[in-house]
């Protein structure tokens, strides 16, 4: 069951751990690829349809990763690591939404654009979806 399936994904430990999903399930500490892998997985467990897409951010000088979610037949951007509010200290110029809870939860891509996310566009969907969007209450 679910216990076998997450014992497959975190038996791996060693060099780069915080980039699987040992870092952030065990070690609590992980990057964006360790992000978007641990929230792959739960979508797969939850039976919804789930992508990582791994790209660029500040002006394509840093890797990073997010995921899409198709729900309803319609495509939504995740980027569970920028929305993580735990860091007080990273700066808005980084575009981290700390106290500003989900503020990249179920976005468009056109808003991932705006924000400096950049990405192969012609290799994954268009992220168009906004039945599901966030909005702040």
Not at 62 to 67: I, P
Not at 119 to 129: F, H, I, L, S
Request: charged letters at 20%; glycine letters at 10%; one cysteine or more.
């Amino acid at each position: 069951g679910v216990s076998l399936i997450l014992w497959g994904y975190l038996r791996w430990f060693g060099p780069g751990q915080d980039m699987q999903l040992a870092g952030g399930l065990v070690e609590r500490e992980g990057i964006c690829l360790g992000y978007a892998s641990t929230f792959q997985l739960l979508m797969d467990l939850a039976g919804v349809e789930c992508m990582t897409v791994v790209g660029a951010s500040a002006g394509s000088e840093e890797d990073h990763a997010w995921n899409l979610v198709r729900l309803d037949g319609e495509w939504y951007a995740v980027d569970t690591t920028w929305d993580d509010p735990t860091d007080p200290t990273a700066p808005d110029s980084v575009a981290v939404s700390y106290g500003r809870a989900h503020r990249y939860f179920n976005v468009t891509s056109d808003f991932l654009r705006e924000t400096d996310h950049q990405w192969d566009y012609d290799a994954v969907p268009e992220a168009e979806g906004v039945k599901y969007a966030w909005t702040q209450p």
